[in-house]
């Protein structure tokens, strides 16, 4: 993809216009109101508001989702350090500095840096993301069949290291996932398969009210079945707005978390928790004073929200250029493509790149918005907390029972979303990991039509081994599931020892 001036105007101006602006901000607001309830998340606020795309220009939906994005994934840090309990999962990290700060009265300057930080975090992630999508689409140009089955192989080998403690839990449910890629018409011959004798199965389950039914509805079922109403939470938050001195001895740290959380985002599914502990353990190697980390040092929380927020460019590099979902939310922005017609990869670059930097922009805009909005309204935020969740929560699920409906106008991906919800649910009760389940569903079509296409294309499969990027990719997979299952495994004996 060329800077070609024309099409980057075309896609500044595809945003900036009062109406598309105005939409925006309230796309981030709503994002960080979500990722403030604890038990919500990034993923939840996509998929909630992706119904209300529909009916818009690709290039303004694709702008509303990544700055729903952008501001789910911020939003998760002011409870993080309010009241302990992680607004998104990827706050988690953020707990072990932020919450300590809080009861020694420096909740607002916790705040304020973690804010900051993820302002940081997404600005760096972008950068990545202009530099590297289209040198990335431009490589993906080359693949044919044996390299995309190559490359979605690989991005399943992620499955190990999103398992949590059970690697065989993590299989089941990508196991799970798998399966239902494979009911309804097949893309390759157009047979049927697997319908039940359903006629509304004939097409398969729909992706968007899947991914609902997975994320959201199943996590407002296990937020009413909670005992917990009410959220208690400290009003005396202090000063939010760090200095500049503040945010100069910290640069360093902005930078390095910054890029760890990008290439840690790079990694089909892994998503913000892993970037944010990674960046937290090397900035308690590289600090003056390692000994203030889990009591109350503002490095440890500028690292966890830098990185965990600079995991959206990285994720958005791999599902713009290869349509392999880098973490849950963009799994769902993938759907939010396909819903306008539009199919992820190198061609998404050559075809209409004003959707491109449409998404870029929206990256910058959104993030600078997000902070903005922290920064001098987290007060008035922090109230969100004392919504009591039997208001809160059948309210979102008739605005996700709306838009599933409104997608086709069927009753049947209702009935789909709540199907997958109870699924979701039951899973997530038993400690089944959902991520690896979201991999298969994506994955699956991917894997299967680019291996029969080969086969019918070549008469074997001789072309996995005998092309380069292929065989890169398959050596990759191997060496990548080996090592993580290593680890895995090392991880468990040493917890059994202690």
């Known amino acids: 993809m060329s800077f070609d001036p024309m099409v980057i105007w075309q896609g500044l101006a595809s945003i900036m216009n009062p109406f598309t602006l105005l939409l925006m901000v309230f796309g981030v607001l709503c994002g960080i109101i979500i990722g403030v309830i604890p038990g919500l998340s990034a993923t939840m606020a996509v998929a909630l508001l992706i119904p209300?795309?529909?009916?818009?220009?690709?290039?303004?939906?694709?702008?509303?989702?990544?700055?729903?994005?952008?501001?789910?994934?911020?939003?998760?840090c002011i409870t993080a350090i309010l009241i302990r309990m992680p607004g998104t999962p990827a706050s988690v990290a953020t707990i072990l500095d932020g919450f300590p700060m809080n009861k020694q009265g420096k909740g607002g300057q916790a705040i304020g840096n973690a804010v900051v930080a993820s302002l940081f975090?997404?600005?760096?992630?972008?950068?990545?993301?202009?530099?590297?999508?289209?040198?990335?689409?431009?490589?993906?140009?080359?693949?044919?069949?044996?390299?995309?089955?190559?490359?979605?192989?690989?991005?399943?080998?992620?499955?190990?290291?999103?398992?949590?403690?059970?690697?065989?839990?993590?299989?089941?449910?990508?196991?799970?996932?798998?399966?239902?890629?494979?009911?309804?018409?097949?893309?390759?011959?157009?047979?049927?398969?697997?319908?039940?004798?359903?006629?509304?199965?004939?097409?398969?389950?729909?992706?968007?009210?899947?991914?609902?039914?997975?994320?959201?509805?199943?996590?407002?079922?296990?937020?009413?079945?909670?005992?917990?109403?009410?959220?208690?939470?400290?009003?005396?938050?202090?000063?939010?707005?760090?200095?500049?001195?503040?945010?100069r001895q910290n640069i360093v740290n902005y930078l390095r978390s910054g890029i760890i959380g990008t290439f840690v985002g790079i990694l089909p599914a892994v998503g913000g928790t892993p970037a944010a502990y990674m960046a937290y353990a090397q900035a308690k190697n590289a600090s003056k004073k390692p000994e203030l980390f889990g009591k109350g040092s503002v490095e440890g929380v500028i690292a966890s929200e830098t990185a965990n927020n600079a995991t959206i460019g990285g994720a958005l590099i791999i599902a713009l250029t290869l349509g392999i979902p880098g973490d849950p939310p963009t799994a769902i922005l993938i759907g939010g493509l396909m819903i306008h017609g539009l199919q992820p990869g190198p061609l998404l670059f050559t075809l209409t790149p004003e959707i491109i930097y449409s998404i870029y922009f929206s990256v910058f805009f959104g993030s600078l918005v997000m902070a903005a909005i922290m920064l001098f309204?987290?007060?008035?935020?922090?109230r969100v907390l004392a919504i009591p969740k039997h208001n809160l929560f059948p309210v979102l699920f008739i605005v996700a029972v709306v838009g599933v409906f409104a997608l086709n106008n069927r009753v049947f991906d209702v009935f789909v979303m709540c199907g997958f919800g109870v699924l979701g649910y039951i899973l997530d009760r038993y400690e089944y990991p959902l991520p690896p389940m979201v991999l298969g569903i994506i994955l699956g079509p991917l894997l299967e039509e680019n291996f029969r296409q080969l086969i019918e294309t070549d008469g074997n499969a001789m072309g996995l081994i005998t092309r380069p990027i292929s065989i890169f990719f398959l050596v990759m997979s191997v060496l990548f599931f080996a090592f993580s299952l290593y680890k895995h495994i090392k991880k468990l004996k040493s917890s059994a020892l202690g």
């Open 377 to 382: 309204a987290a007060k008035p935020l922090a």
């Open 52 to 76: 209300f795309t529909f009916n818009m220009s690709a290039e303004l939906a694709m702008s509303l989702l990544v700055v729903v994005y952008v501001g789910g994934l911020s939003g998760g």
């Open 121 to 247: 975090g997404t600005m760096i992630s972008g950068i990545f993301l202009v530099i590297m999508a289209p040198i990335l689409a431009e490589i993906a140009l080359k693949f044919f069949y044996a390299e995309y089955f190559s490359v979605s192989l690989f991005a399943m080998c992620a499955v190990v290291a999103i398992s949590g403690k059970s690697i065989f839990r993590g299989l089941v449910t990508c196991g799970l996932g798998l399966l239902v890629s494979t009911f309804g018409m097949s893309q390759v011959d157009g047979s049927i398969r697997f319908t039940l004798g359903i006629d509304g199965l004939s097409a398969g389950f729909n992706l968007i009210p899947s991914l609902i039914g997975l994320f959201a509805i199943s996590q407002i079922m296990k937020e009413i079945s909670s005992a917990e109403v009410n959220i208690n939470y400290s009003k005396k938050i202090g000063r939010v707005l760090p200095t500049l001195s503040a945010i």
